[in-house]
């Protein structure tokens, strides 16, 4: 008894310190990758009868103080006031086929919009996107060789030197290309279109193919996107496929729009292929309203078939030295939304662990091979199944102590899926907490709202006492109610970790690689393995699970550069302090 009172005293201090501190917070709301959005139903793989939902490709703009998001085939695009909350707009008029990887500019009180293409193909303009009315801006974009493109176009205005440019590229053969376009012309190729780079994966680890760049086959180079920042010019591709775990982004550097361009040394800049998100390439780079950098990325889910995607944010920018970086570290953990200009974008992570892994889950049914336990595995691509698709089904987690929670994740999976269109759909849940499993706590329903969320994120509106969360059933419109993942995040009472001991590293005889060891550390959740090219540049993060190995090959490195390395650990309760830092390798 003296134990369970010290426990809800020490649970209770932590929740009246999160309360005087509401008001410090770096923001008033909250989010979790993958991003919560009603994904629309994509049939690209039409010819097995399955259908499911998809989100790939991202470009958010700030166009008018108001956010908007366009993706691969869906029909329409979102708007957002916050980052957090989306609303689809369906348009008034749509280009020649379902846009793909599409091309979003915002230039004073115009948005233009371009769609991937390898035919002649318009441009659209809209000065009132909210309402979605567009119209042409001009009718056919003069075609180009067969093969060429272009595929994942950027449009780039440059406001400086009042000019205009396109960049793209889509394949393992051709290179980025780029071209100035001819604004009193309504924006058609000005000049002959210029390769700009071509992948190196003999050279840049990260460049190469497969699950943690383990295949042979011929990268792919994609998603062109630029930005421009103290008069220098970031070209941004997506490598080496979106298939697996290690899709990222990497930029380029030039002093001029259309080069000669510099490989930058500190490369991918958005990369994360631990954790439940794995894949952070092919999206866009974009500024908050206050003024804070963001970068977009393509995550893998791969139920259905391999281009099965979802869509993920990660706040980042320059750092001292203009390197573009950006954080995905506990990525697919709650970040706040900064509503003020934030210098160290680390600290938008708030703190909140994750307190499901691997804890036991009871449900009311479950089909053969698809039990609750694949709840809390961290995995998309393995699900809970329930026996019937029925109101009243539940899945219970026990976090096995109570702990302060304050947030969950739902992530619906399209098993078997046969929806044509996306009439109808929604999702309606509740999630109630329970600190005994008798008297259970009602902390969200939207049972009475048709609002469709398949990667529902649910910040709580105080963080509460629990060690049991329930999910209770009412409605999705899919054949079979299926989820991957029921994720809780909070604080236990438990310290945090102390940093890992006894790091060493090895790089080895192909440079590209490395072995990275240290000692397993009691009490622990996971670690992040950090590396980069200095001491204080460890942007990049490769998340492991407790359960896993203590050693790792880390296959993303540059040759003939130089690299530090540090191991962090984290449970429930927080995050240890960084390892001694190693290097250079």
């Known amino acids: 008894m003296v134990k369970y009172t010290f426990t809800s005293i020490m649970l209770l201090l932590s929740i009246l310190v999160y309360e005087v501190q509401a008001q410090e917070r770096l923001g008033t709301k909250t989010y979790c990758n993958p991003m ?21 490709d991202p470009v958010i703009v700030l166009h008018q103080n108001k956010y908007y998001l366009f ?7 979102w708007t957002s006031d916050n980052l957090v909350n989306w609303k689809y707009i369906e348009p008034s008029r749509w280009p020649m086929e379902d846009i793909c990887a599409p091309a979003a500019l915002s230039v004073r009180d115009t948005l233009y919009l371009f769609q991937s293409t390898f035919e002649q193909r318009p441009i659209f303009y809209t000065t009132q996107p909210e309402t979605g009315k567009l119209n042409f801006y001009n009718r056919w974009l003069p075609a180009l060789p067969k093969n060429v493109g272009p595929w994942d176009p950027a449009l780039f205005y440059d406001e400086e030197l009042n000019k205009w440019f396109m960049y793209w590229g889509s394949s393992n053969v051709f290179p980025l290309y780029g071209s100035e376009l001819d604004k009193s012309k309504n924006l058609v190729y000005k000049g002959d279109y210029l390769p700009m780079l071509r992948l190196h994966p003999d050279k840049h680890g990260w460049e190469r193919f497969g699950y943690d760049h383990r295949d042979t086959i011929k990268p792919y180079m994609e998603g062109a996107w630029m ?4 008069g220098k010019y970031y070209l941004q591709y997506g490598a080496p496929g979106t298939e697996y775990n290690v899709y990222a982004n990497g930029t380029y550097i030039s002093n001029q729009p259309l080069g000669p361009f510099e490989y930058a040394n500190y490369n991918p ?6 954790g439940f998100v794995t894949g952070a390439g092919h999206g866009n780079t974009f500024q908050d309203k206050h003024g804070n950098w963001w970068n977009t990325g393509t995550p893998w889910i791969a139920v259905n078939w391999n281009f099965e995607r979802r869509m993920a944010m990660f706040p980042g920018g320059f750092d001292k030295d203009d390197n573009m970086h950006f954080n995905t570290r506990f990525g697919d953990f709650p970040h706040y939304i900064p509503d003020r200009n934030v210098t160290d974008q680390t600290s938008l992570f708030t703190g909140w662990m994750l307190l499901s892994y691997k804890k036991p889950v009871v449900t009311t049914s479950h089909k053969p091979n698809y039990t609750g336990s694949l709840l809390t595995d961290e995995n998309p691509r393995t699900f ?12 219970v987690i026990d976090l096995q102590k109570v702990s302060a929670v304050y947030a969950v994740q739902i992530n619906y999976t399209d098993y078997q899926s046969t929806i044509y269109n996306n009439e109808g759909v929604y999702t309606a849940f509740a999630i109630q907490t329970s600190t005994d499993k008798v008297t ?8 009475d709202r048709k609002e469709d969320r398949p990667n529902a994120y649910i910040e709580l509106e105080k963080p509460i006492e629990a060690r049991y969360v329930k999910y209770t059933h009412h409605y999705v419109k ?3 109610l299926a989820i991957s993942d029921f994720r809780v995040f909070g604080v236990s009472k438990d310290r945090a970790p102390s940093a890992p001991k006894l790091l060493t590293v090895t790089r080895l005889s192909d440079t590209r690689n490395a072995i990275v060891k240290w000692e397993k550390q009691k009490a622990v959740i996971g670690y992040n393995i ?13 998340q492991i699970w407790h359960d896993q190995p203590t050693e790792k090959e880390i296959r993303a490195l540059t040759v003939g550069q130089h690299y530090y390395f540090a191991v962090e650990s984290f449970n429930e309760a927080g995050v240890s302090p960084l390892s001694k830092v190693v290097g250079p390798f």
């Open 530 to 542: 950090r590396w980069g090219i200095a001491p204080d540049k460890l942007y990049q993060t490769y």
């Open 227 to 230: 930005t421009k920042y103290k």
């Open 384 to 395: 809970w199944v329930a026996e019937k698709n029925q109101k009243g089904e539940e899945a």
């Open 440 to 447: 259970w706590k009602t902390v969200y329903d939207n049972r």
């Open 478 to 480: 899919t054949p079979n």
């Open 269 to 274: 800049i958005s990369y994360k292929p631990g």
């Open 36 to 56: 919560d959005i009603d994904y629309r139903y994509n049939w690209e793989q039409i010819n097995q009868k399955i259908s499911y939902r998809s989100g790939a």
């Open 71 to 77: 993706v691969t085939i869906s029909g329409g695009y």
